[in-house]
């Protein structure tokens, strides 16, 4: 039986340890021909070892989604965790948020100012970049079958395939034995789509695309793998990713129009306040020139969290959700009353409060 071509992906890579061997995988998608191979579980598992597509305070995902949680992660950092469980009362978010609003305001003035903020911005960046960089060392370690501190394409291609059922010595086995595995068309997109950001991820050795997908990552490339906003190289390729789907006259600049075809990863239907979030977004923030598009360069400064200028533009959006008196500052009670635009959770009893005292 003919297998039809669009279902077959073929990944021809040769190991690199002392011992170096041809691996040709052939990846069917279900319904395209029969598998001596069944998984056990097709359930992605909720330690995955693929690259997620949410980065921790990068204001786009991976895929091309707005991040709704961005100015959540940039002021909570690994304290958002506290904020996400349901069981925490009213009174508890409110004395965490006081701590927190205690920990920006460094000299102790009762408000926080555009400085605070920008230093606590980038503080809590860092704490995610932190998180990235252990998740992932603890993911390489777990996948470097034979420790040697590099990881093939044969080496997470198991960990992919046994975390999603399969048995490890015959994934091995049909690994290293050529053998068709027969695949749901999802798992046969996910290794395809995974396989191009190895690609990007692998040293540029001055060779041909062919010999770029045969390259070990170390334990760093594997970070950029991961997490590409820990590298200009790989952020140049999500921007070009972004400008390939939403550039609609292929000028490489996004208009205000093509910036809000751009999906948020919310599930959410307040679709005018997000239009118009969007569209202060780009104006404020994204178009730096005010020149009406956003150039390729101005794309990169946006989804880099390292930027130097952004900490200092969240400073002042963070102030401006909360800024009710408009002296360009925060006060503790303005970030109470404002705590969903920082936190996700209306505080409805302090909010009723401050209202019923004015």
């Known amino acids: 039986m003919l297998v039809p071509r669009k279902f077959v992906i073929s990944i021809f890579v040769i190991l690199q340890f002392s011992s170096t061997f041809s691996l040709p995988l052939h990846f069917v998608a279900d319904g395209a021909t029969k598998s001596e191979v069944k998984p056990e579980t097709m359930e992605k598992p909720t330690d995955d070892i693929l690259p997620p597509n ?3 305070a990068v204001k786009l995902g991976r895929d091309g989604n707005f991040n709704k949680d961005f100015h959540k992660e940039v002021f909570l950092g690994e304290d958002i965790k506290n904020f996400q469980i349901s069981s925490k009362t009213e009174a508890d978010q409110k004395h965490q948020l006081t701590n927190i609003f205690a920990l920006i305001d460094t000299d102790g003035n009762g408000k926080l100012g ?3 903020l920008a230093d606590w911005v980038h503080a809590k960046t860092i704490e995610h970049h932190m998180e990235a960089k252990e998740e992932n060392e603890e993911k390489f370690n777990e996948l470097d079958a034979n420790d040697d501190g590099k990881l093939s394409w044969e080496e997470f291609l198991l960990g992919y395939f046994t975390k999603r059922g ?3 010595a015959t994934a091995w086995n049909d ?3 050529n053998k068709e595995m027969h695949l749901p068309p999802e798992m046969h997109d996910e290794i395809e789509e ?9 040293p540029d050795n001055g060779e041909d695309e062919t010999i770029k997908t045969m390259q070990t990552l170390t334990v760093e490339e594997f970070l950029t793998f991961q997490h590409p906003e820990t590298s200009p190289n790989m952020l140049n390729y999500m921007v070009e990713d972004f400008l390939h789907d939403i550039d609609l006259n292929g000028d490489e600049e996004v208009s205000i129009k093509e ?3 751009l999906e948020d990863d919310d599930d959410g239907d307040d679709n005018d306040r997000w239009i118009y979030e969007r569209k202060q977004e780009f104006i404020k923030v994204l178009d730096q020139d005010g020149n009406g598009v956003a150039s390729k360069d101005e794309l990169l400064s946006y989804v ?4 130097k200028a952004m900490p200092h533009q969240e400073a002042r959006q963070l102030i401006g959700f909360g800024d009710d008196n408009n002296d360009g500052q925060l006060s ?11 936190t996700g959770s209306k505080m409805y009893n302090y909010a009723k409060s401050i209202h019923d005292d004015l």
């Open 54 to 56: 949410h980065l921790d």
């Open 166 to 168: 399969y048995d490890k």
């Open 332 to 342: 503790l009670d303005e970030l109470l009353a404002n705590s969903e635009y920082y």
């Open 194 to 202: 995974t396989r191009d950001r190895w690609i990007q991820a692998a």
């Open 114 to 116: 555009e400085d605070e």
């Open 259 to 261: 910036f809000l075809m």
């Open 175 to 177: 690994i290293n034995g």
């Open 304 to 307: 880099n969290p390292l930027n």
